[in-house]
Each structure stands twice: as C-alpha cells, then as structure tokens.
C-alpha cells in the first residue's frame, strides 16, 4: 500500500515515490456515491491494492507512457481520453504518432514501455472533448483542454471540492514538456495562460509538486514555469548570436535535458523543442535562416 495520501471529500491522491517524479506519477481517486474515477494510472497504481480496486472509470489527462502504467490491472474499466489523444490510447501506431520519434527509435521505446510501464493497447478507449463531464453522484469532473504537452492535455476539475488535477502542467523546475509529435510550444504558452481561470482552490500535479493549497504559492510556480520557456527561447538567441548553427549542431547543445542524459527518446525531444523555438524566433524577427543554418538579428 501505498503511505501518503492527501483526503479532500470525495477525492485522495496518492503520492507515487519521491512526489511522483518521473517514471512515478500521483494517483488521484475520486468516489462518488455511484462510481469510483481514477485519474490517469501512473506506476503507483500497481502499488494501491484496495484504493484502486473496483474503479469504473478511468479519465486520462493526457496520453503518455507514464500515465498510463496502471490500465493493465483495470481490464473492466472504462477508460476515456480527450479526443486530440484518444488514437495514441488505443493501438501502438496512435501512440507512434503521438511521439513521432524515428521508427529505431519507437522500437526500442515500444519495448521499454511495454518493460517498465506495463503498456498495452486499450482500443476500447473512448473521446471526451472540452468541457465534458461526469456526474460522480454528489461529486462531478469537468475537463477543460489545455494543449501544449500534448494535444488533447486537459485539466481535471472536481467540484464542490474545487480540486484541479493539472497533469503534466507539472510546474517542476524542469520546464513545460513540450518535445513529442503533437505537443505545441505555442499552444502551451496560451495553457499556461489560461489555466489561472480554472475555478480551482487546490491544485494536484502529476509530478514532483504534488498538491498546492494556496493561490499565491501555485500562481508563484505558474509563473517561474512559464519563465522556462522564456529562458529556453533567449538561451537559443544567444547561442546563434555567437555561433550561427544548423538545427543539427543546435540539438547537439541540448537547451532542454542536462548533457550526458540519454534516453533514447531525447534527441527527438530536443530537436522538435528546438524547433519550435526556432520558428518563434523567426516569427519574432529575432533570428533569420539562410541555406539550413540559423543566425540571430540584433
Ligand atoms: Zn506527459
């Protein structure tokens, strides 16, 4: 079993080990009177016993490998996911394209998932859109989309508990995640924006933070977030200014994951990343390309 919870009326959270950082994830559980909903199913799941036990629902956030490690124990259960995302629930190739790395690259991936995240196919996957919700009995979710980490990435909201499960929006001091096929460094931009109007009292992330009682503290984190991608951009700016670069010897410099970490799929991340940034900046006037090498405009 696992040993911290966090109660509020009819929703617990259940911390995956060291705050759900990543491969764990925090579990969340909300029992109404006439269903029990779990919100995604990270690795702690297979820890739960009892707490997950029974579950009729399975509301995905978003679809990702970490945050799906718990399906295979709930066979019965119905699992929805956002519309944007529901393909990469429901076969292999969805969730292929959903990453978009190199096919050597998913290979290995594919086997590593299935290794340590317990991932299998769910094509009975059904799609939920924006602003759908469920009636829990005396409880209700209300998911709003907010893109960027993936495309169907949406919040979940439990009223009248005015609990917010934020998912991935995770405001670690990583940075928003924004490295695979169908994530959008713009789209993230307006979620980090429009996540502040979500009528929540209380927030609960999938990773490393945990659950933040307080507006001043989760508008602090939201903001120092948010200033990564800024950090990100400028840190790009001012390495073309010195170096002009190809997108190839810029991957190289890694301005997303530490030099030395290398997971097979970090190199797609930092090259899709990477360019995203590139295409803001060429947006902005702030960096012009001639013959595939980028050069920065003072
Ligand atoms: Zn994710």
């Not at 009636?135 to 009223?159: I, K, N, Q, Y």
């Not at 405001?171 to 009528?199: C, I, K, M, N, W």
């Not at 295409?279 to 003072?298: H, I, K, M, Q, T």
Request: charged share 25%; net charge negative; glycine share 8%.
């Amino acid at each position: 079993m696992s040993a911290a919870t966090f109660e509020k009326g009819a929703l617990s959270v259940h911390f995956g080990e060291k705050s759900g950082k990543y491969p764990d994830g925090n579990q969340v559980v909300v029992r109404g009177r006439d269903s029990k909903v779990a919100f995604d199913t990270p690795l702690v799941a297979n820890r739960l016993g009892e707490a997950l036990a029974g579950t009729d629902l399975v509301i995905l956030g978003h679809m990702h490998e970490d945050h799906a490690a718990g399906l295979h124990l709930l066979p019965q259960a119905r699992v929805v996911a956002h519309s944007a995302d529901v393909e990469a629930v429901r076969s292999w190739d969805g969730l292929a394209r959903h990453y978009g790395y190199a096919p050597e690259v998913l290979n290995d991936f594919r086997a590593r998932i299935e290794r340590e995240f317990h991932w299998t196919a769910r094509p009975d996957a059904a799609s939920y859109d924006d602003r759908a919700s469920w009636d829990l009995g005396g409880t209700r979710v209300t998911a709003f989309h907010m893109p960027g980490h993936t495309s169907g990435h949406c919040v979940l909201l439990v009223e009248p508990e005015g609990v917010a499960f934020i998912g991935d929006i995770d405001l670690s001091s990583f940075g928003p995640y924004y490295g695979d096929a169908t994530s959008s460094l713009e789209q993230f931009r307006h979620t980090l924006r429009a996540v502040r109007e979500v009528p929540a009292k209380i927030w609960v992330t999938s990773h490393h933070k945990g659950v933040i009682t307080d507006r001043a503290t989760f508008l602090a984190l939201l903001e120092a977030y948010a200033e990564k991608l800024d950090r990100r951009e400028q840190a790009i700016a001012a390495y073309l200014g010195a170096h002009p670069s190809s997108l190839d010897e810029l991957v190289a410099q890694r301005f997303l994951y530490p030099r030395g970490y290398e997971l097979d799929f970090v190199d797609a991340a930092e090259r899709r990343t990477t360019s995203q940034h590139l295409a803001a900046l060429l947006a902005a006037g702030r960096v012009r390309e001639d013959g595939g090498r980028y050069y920065a405009l003072s």
